[in-house]
Every structure is written in C-alpha cells, then in structure tokens.
C-alpha cells in the first residue's frame, strides 16, 4: 500500500506536534513514564507559588504542584499535586509551603505516623511558617528604614560636596593671596632695610661727631685727677665711711635695722655728701680754672681766689 504525501506529511505533524507536548510537560515536571496520584492542599494564601514548582520530601523531589485554583468565595486557593505513587501518606501528613527569599516557592511534605492512609484525591493539611509572611513586612520595613537613612547619608554627602567644592575654590586662590602677601613682604622688607641703612649712616655721623667730645672728656678726666682738693675729698671719704659704717650695722642683724628707722644717723650723713658735692659742683661753675687747667692751678691760689670771693660777699 502506497501512502500518500499528504498523510505522510500529515503524520509527522502529528508526531511532531506530540513529541513538543509531551517535551514541554517533561521541562514543566510532568513525568510520562511514572504513574502519580493526585492530593489536593488549601491554603488561605499561596505567595506566588505557581504551576511546577516541587513538592519535597526529606530534601528529595517526589512530584510538583499540578494545578492552582482560586476559590473566591470562600477565600481560599486550592493547590493539586502530583505525588509519586510510590510514596505513602497519612493523616497527619502535613504540606508545608516554604521557599527561598529570593528564590521560588515549593511545598514540603511532613509525613508522620497517622490512623489511617490517605487515598488518591484526598486532602492534604496545609501548614504555613509562623514568620514566613512577618519576616517579608519586617524586611519591608527594614529597607525603608535602610533607605531613608541612605537618603539621609547621600543628602549629607551632596552638601559635604559643596562644602568640598567651596573649600577647593578658597585653595584655589590662596595662592595668588599668598603671592601677593609676599610681595608685599618683601617691599615691607626692602623699606626696613633701606631705613636700618639710614639709620646706621647717621650713627656712623653721630659717632664721628662725638669723638672731639670724647677727647675733651678725656682730658678733663686728667685734670680731674691732678685737682688739689684734698680737704673736699677727705670730707666725703669721712661722710662714705660713716656710710659704710652704718651699712655695716644694717647686715650685722643685732636689731641695727631697728635703730636705723628710729635714728637719723643716716639721714644726716647722706644729706652731708650731698652738700658737700654741691660746694664741689658750685665751686667748679665758679672756677672752672682751678680745674680744666693744663695743670691746674696750686693749693695756694685756690685759697686766695676764695678768700677774694668772700670778702667781696
């Protein structure tokens, strides 16, 4: 019998149209060449649990969620699965909807002793994690806060950016004012050179022009050792002796110090030198040649040219 191509064509499409059937059932988890039954589990929320996702026991794969339906009504999602015949359920077995944070949702079965085995078709309890749902609000939570205090961070950031930037600008130009305070330095400096130069030139002049008075005090200071005025000079050697005297009595310690502020001794004595060296100073304005003379003039004269003073008084 001869076939056709338009049955030949016909039957690959059919074959074809199978083969990708049952390889997208085979990706979606659907296993064709095991038999499975059916449970049904319902939850009041499912948390995107979807089609395919794995049904688990003790950490091993025993079949995938086949079906969701939502019933509205009554508030509650029904959950079929496809469980590998082979495993054993009772009454006490529980579905316990658990998955990754970031990862997808799976059920896992708690398989425990029970009074009886569950039958294909039958009902599942469903159990939800105390925490599952909270942890999520918690971490909602969390990350708001997070990002509020980011915000917070970033604005101080923007504003640590413009204090940056106003800081560089301010350095920008500290060195033209640096620039400029030094020139004005080294003009402020050149000024005190130039006015410590004048100021040396004109005690170098000053310096010159004393040394003629420096020479005249040193010839009067020759004069003054050859005056004759032994009997001046004896008075005030007896007015600084008393002086010295009483000093004496002072650093002794004995109650001096008292008798030094009750008794006028020294009071007396100083004001004696004091009047002795202003007959000596008079003397000198009155005759000054008795003193600046080559060599001075003799005791003798001295005492006429005094008497002299005197008798025309």
Known sequence: MKLSKEFKVGLFMVVSLSLLYVGFQFLKGIDFFSTTHKFYVVYKDVDKLTESNLVYLNGTAVGRVSDIQIQQKKNRVVVQLDIDSEIVLTDSTSAVLDGELLG???????????????????????????GIFDFA????????????????????????????????????????????TLLTANTTIGGIGDSLRSVTGNVNATLTQLKPTLANFHTLSDSLKMLQINGTLKRANVSL?????????????DNTASKLLTEDTLYVNLNKLLLDIDALAKHFDK??????????KSQKKIERDLKKQDSKK
């Open 104 to 130: 997808g949702r799976y059920i896992i079965l708690d398989v425990k002793p029970g009074t009886r085995k569950l039958n294909p078709k039958d009902t599942i309890r469903a159990v939800v994690p105390k």
């Open 137 to 180: 609000a918690t971490l909602s939570t969390t990350a708001e806060t997070t990002l509020t205090n980011l915000n917070v961070v970033l604005a101080n950031l923007a504003r640590n950016t413009n204090r940056l930037d106003t800081m560089f600008i301010r350095l920008q130009s500290t060195p033209g004012l640096l620039n400029r």
């Open 241 to 253: 002796t008393k002086l010295n005297e009483t000093l004496s009595r002072l650093n002794k310690g």
């Open 287 to 296: 005759n000054p040649k008795h003193f600046l003379g080559p060599l001075g």
